[in-house]
């Protein structure tokens, strides 16, 4: 299902949100911000309608194919990308190399018309970053995938992207079942956050101002979407989306 955002304000496109791959747009009428490259390049081309020269920027939280896959597409396409130093070593890229830039966890940096702090996250990667991604039409957006923790709070928030990967128990009730191995139960919990940690996390933030929560990164088999929203709608009473391919979502600061 498709949510329209009205015209000249900021809109979320999600073009993938999950192992399969991941790639939002943050985008107006003038400009955008691509956050993670891990779909196809002509996805992402189609999610612009052709019009790059609209991008100030490719911003990846680490060197995983499934968050970018498509780096070196973006930079052969003249984009420019932004991520951690470990994140560049890991993808070891030796073309284009004038498109990337690295920045560093807590610091602030313009990139067009947003500004982007990243942040240091938890996961079994080189440097992971987590953003707070800001603009004047939406606010402060946060974003965080992929991490089993974040050591930060965040003040004066407007909408959130945060990864509720799995349930603990359907992933213990599948290990008693034998439908995982333990190895891969210790992979999930030691690199994603789960739909618990993700409202511990959320209550521990003053969500006053913020207008919506979308939950990225489900498990195709450890999660329950229906149930996850439901329980950060009671917990939160926001406005709760579950990201899916193709989803546009009005990111507008004031929602009315």
Do not use: W
Not at 18 to 23: A, E, H, K, L, R
Not at 51 to 65: C, M, P
Not at 102 to 120: A, E, H, Q
Not at 242 to 252: F, H, Q, R
């Amino acid at each position: 299902m498709k949510q329209m955002a009205r015209a000249g304000n900021m809109k979320l496109k999600i073009l993938g949100s999950g192992s399969s791959g991941n790639c939002y747009i943050l985008e107006n009428e003038r400009s955008a911000l691509i956050i993670e490259c891990g779909v196809n390049i002509k996805l992402i081309k189609q999610g612009l309608d052709f019009n790059l020269s609209k991008v100030a920027g490719v911003l990846i939280s680490h060197e995983h194919q499934d968050h970018c896959k498509a780096i070196k597409d973006v930079m052969a396409a003249g984009l420019n990308v932004y991520t951690g130093k470990g994140t560049i070593e890991a993808m070891n890229i030796t073309n284009n190399t004038h498109r990337i830039f690295r920045v560093n966890s807590m610091n602030t940096y313009n990139i067009g018309d947003f500004k982007v702090m990243p942040f240091d996250v938890k996961h079994d990667a080189k440097e992971p970053f987590g953003f707070l991604i800001n603009h004047p039409e939406c606010g402060n957006v946060l974003f965080i995938t992929d991490t089993y923790y974040v050591p930060h709070t965040f003040k004066n928030i407007n909408n959130i992207l945060i990864e509720a990967n799995y349930c603990n128990e359907i992933v213990e009730r599948k290990l008693k079942d034998d439908s995982i191995h333990g190895f891969v139960r210790d992979r999930v919990i030691q690199s994603h956050m789960s739909i618990q940690t993700c409202k511990e996390l959320l209550k521990a933030n003053d969500l006053t101002a913020v207008n919506n929560i979308v939950l990225i990164h489900l498990s195709d088999g450890n999660s329950n979407a229906q149930s996850f929203k439901q329980q950060v709608e009671e917990l939160t009473g926001k406005t709760v989306h579950i990201a899916g391919k193709n989803m546009v979502i009005d990111l507008s600061k004031t929602p009315f």
